[in-house]
């Protein structure tokens, strides 16, 4: 009788510690499905990384105070309501098309600002102005030589003048989203007021889409019209 009651106490105590560390294991939390614990103060503390007071999550992706991604790569224009976008290369593109006149071949150049910078104004979820300034020396094109020839005084002279500037005077809206800009372009010295229509929308962040042509030869650039047609087609893109 003494050996089986010893067996038994024995076994007891052996099922008791079990349940005892399961009983531990379920209160903890240690099982991988587990939900997340919170302290007194009530912050949640998760495996991708401890919350602030506000609750949110403290990591590599946290976004910035106008909802724009802290990525370096980032090219999508500032989700703003109202208020101004800053206008850079890193959102924006200005492009202008040059031709070639008859009996050569059109054989069109691309041609792209990357030096500029410049304010957009939203209010009331519209755009309401535009702004930028353009350093000429930032011309940039698929050929150098073509680079420097629209950087000398047959073109953009741009040793002696080395900004365009361009400032809305006023944005009307109309049907789809579209918008027609009129404002003053500043080019060699020359300013002149230009319109041009544009497609823009501010639901999730500002963007917009503009392509219109001007007549170079209204801002002095008449050099090498036989050989270019005067005529450019110029494209903007804020946040395509």
Not at 4 to 17: E, I, P, Y
Not at 48 to 68: E, P
Request: hydrophobic share 35%; glycine share 10%; proline share 4%.
């Amino acid at each position: 009788m003494r050996i089986f009651s010893s067996s038994m106490l024995v076994l007891a105590l052996f099922v008791m510690g079990c349940d005892a560390e399961m009983g531990e294991q379920r209160t903890s939390g240690s099982s991988s499905g587990s939900a997340p614990t919170t302290d007194a103060g009530g912050d949640s503390l998760t495996s991708s990384g401890t919350t602030g007071d506000t609750g949110t999550t403290d990591d590599s992706s946290a976004t910035d105070d106008a909802g724009t991604s802290d990525d370096a790569g980032s090219t999508a224009g500032a989700a703003i309501a109202d208020g101004e976008v800053a206008l850079t290369p890193d959102n924006t593109d200005v492009v202008f098309i040059g031709t070639h006149a008859d009996p050569a071949k059109p054989d069109p150049r691309t041609c792209e600002f990357t030096d500029f910078d410049g304010t957009a104004t939203v209010e009331d979820g519209a755009l309401t102005a535009v702004s930028v300034t353009i350093q000429t020396e930032g011309i940039t094109t698929f050929n150098p030589m073509l680079t420097d020839h629209l950087r000398n005084p047959d073109f953009f002279n741009a040793l002696e003048y080395p900004e365009a500037k361009f400032e809305s005077t006023s944005i009307e809206a109309g049907e789809d989203g579209t918008v027609t800009i009129t404002g003053d372009l500043t080019l060699l010295a020359e300013t002149k007021p230009v319109t041009f229509p544009a497609t823009v929308s501010t639901e999730d962040g500002l963007t917009l889409n503009a392509e219109f042509t001007i007549d170079r030869t209204e801002w002095g650039m008449t050099a090498r019209q036989d050989g270019v047609l005067k005529e450019v087609e110029l494209q903007i893109i804020i946040g395509g």
